[in-house]
Every structure is written in C-alpha cells, then in structure tokens.
C-alpha cells in the first residue's frame, strides 16, 4: 500500500523504469550447473559441492 492505496507493480513496468534492455521472454531460471559455471566465469572459487 502507498498512502492507504493498493499500488499494482507489474514486472514490465520494472523493466521499463529500471531501463533493464532486456526481453520479457528472457528466460527467469537456470539450472544450476549454468550457475555454477557463471560464478566460475566471474573467479569465485569457493565450495561448489552443495
């Protein structure tokens, strides 16, 4: 609520204000070997194993 007024955010308005120049289509997972590799990708070398 704002100001005693229910508000409704929708997901395009946040990528419109945030300017995020991405696709609604984008895929919103990923498994977790892509996470994995992408904290790789950046240098994290902490414990993959869990």
Excluded: C, W
Excluded at 10 to 34: C, F, G, H, W, Y
Aim: proline residues 2%.
């Amino acid at each position: 609520m704002v100001r005693n007024k229910h508000v409704i955010v929708t997901e395009e308005r946040i990528r419109t204000v945030l300017k995020l120049k991405d696709n609604a289509q984008d895929p919103i997972s990923m498994n977790k070997d892509d996470v994995l590799d992408g904290f790789r990708g950046m240098g994290y070398v902490g414990d993959f194993s869990q």
